[in-house]
């Protein structure tokens, strides 16, 4: 079993920047693939980035390209999600998501196992 829990949300000027961690606990061997995914109101939940936790390749959606960035820490067994040049799009509740099924690197949240309880991001002036 994996559990997550998100933190590092909150609100911010359009420019700004938030870091969002997800602290993970279970065996590493097990938690094959690490994703970010947002939800807005009224919209279907989206993916964001995703990270191989063994081996620390990633993903980002083509939106969050450049502005966005996800790492792991296996030592603190942690996955951070650095957040830059934030504009009022990128408003919205952010999960973290666990995939112990595959390895294979996918924006599919289908895929994804475990997910934690989200933590709300506002980008507003």
């Known amino acids: 079993q994996v559990q997550l829990v998100e933190s590092g949300g909150g609100l911010v000027q359009p420019g700004g920047s938030l870091r969002l961690s997800c602290a993970a606990s279970g065996r590493t061997v097990s938690r094959n693939l690490i994703g970010w995914f947002r939800q807005a109101p009224g919209k279907e939940r989206e993916f964001v980035a995703t990270?191989?936790?063994?081996?620390?390749?990633?993903y980002y959606k083509d939106s969050v390209k450049g502005r966005f960035t996800i790492s792991r820490d296996v030592a603190k067994n942690t996955v951070t999600l650095q957040m830059n040049s934030l504009t009022p799009e990128d408003t919205a509740v952010y999960y973290c998501a666990a995939s112990v099924i595959r390895t294979i690197l996918t924006t599919d949240p289908k895929q994804y196992d475990y997910w934690g309880q989200g933590t709300q991001v506002t980008v507003s002036s």
């Open positions: 990270i191989n936790w063994n081996y620390g390749s990633t």
